[in-house]
């Protein structure tokens, strides 16, 4: 039973690259979400999904986009990657809106 | 805007003192208020949790205090110990979706 893994734990983009960060859970939670974590400003929230096929944006959203095609998976995508996406990134998934469990983080460096 | 404020920013305790950490809201519409706990380099993990029909939860050493008609919660860690000195955070779900708003996380440092 993993929990929550994510991937990579660490990656160094340049200004304008893409990538995407993968989260996938085994607890068959039908909530998974993304937050970004910056020092003085705690987590905020990306984007959510509350099953397959639905996800809707969080506080953050702009950069960055996201698809649910199965429970277990919930990547996010960024398209044009900036400077102001350095960050450190957690995966959360949960059922029954209680009990997250977060993933390790992958702490991205846009140069 | 930040819906959930959360002070203070920072907090030092000795060994065996009492740590307490604040969180305020406005929004009647959250339902649920969970207290992570997060260790460097660490995602965070799940310490405690409230519902507003609640004014009091105690697990062991932490307890939170919920007062609903001040929109405020607290987190009290008793006999603080230096294995709790992490970074600590409020959060609130609304109730008409699983969105789980954080505040912005007190570092606790408990000296021996």
């Known amino acids: 039973n993993a929990g929550v893994t994510q991937t990579p734990k660490f990656q160094v983009l340049k200004t304008g690259q893409s990538m995407t960060l993968q989260c996938a859970q085994d607890?068959?939670?039908?909530?998974m979400s993304w937050y970004r974590q910056d020092p003085g400003m705690g987590l905020r929230l990306i984007h959510y999904?509350?099953?397959?096929?639905?996800?809707d944006q969080g506080e953050v959203p702009n950069g960055y986009n996201v698809s649910r095609s199965t429970t277990e998976d919930f990547p996010l995508r960024l398209l044009s990657a900036a400077p102001s996406q350095t960050s450190v990134y957690f995966c959360?998934?949960?059922?029954?809106?209680?009990?997250?469990?977060f993933g390790s983080g992958t702490r991205l460096t846009v140069v | 805007q930040q819906q959930v404020k959360q002070s203070p920013q920072s907090l030092i305790v000795q060994k065996g003192g009492i740590s307490i950490i604040n969180c305020a809201y406005e929004?009647?519409?959250?339902?649920?208020f969970p207290w992570y706990q997060q260790f460097p380099g660490k995602g965070p993990a799940l310490l405690i949790a409230i519902r507003p029909d609640v004014s009091e939860k105690k697990e062991g050493r932490f307890t939170i205090s919920f007062n609903k008609s001040a929109k405020q919660f607290s987190l009290h860690i008793m006999d603080s110990q230096p294995g709790d000195s992490a970074t600590y955070f409020c959060a609130a779900r609304m109730d008409s979706s699983y969105k789980l708003i954080f505040g912005s996380g007190t570092r606790l440092l408990v000296r021996p």
């Open positions: 607890m068959n939670h039908e909530y």
């Open positions: 959360a998934s949960g059922r029954g809106g209680v009990g997250y469990t």
């Open positions: 929004n009647t519409a959250f339902d649920y």
């Open positions: 999904s509350v099953g397959a096929g639905i996800t």
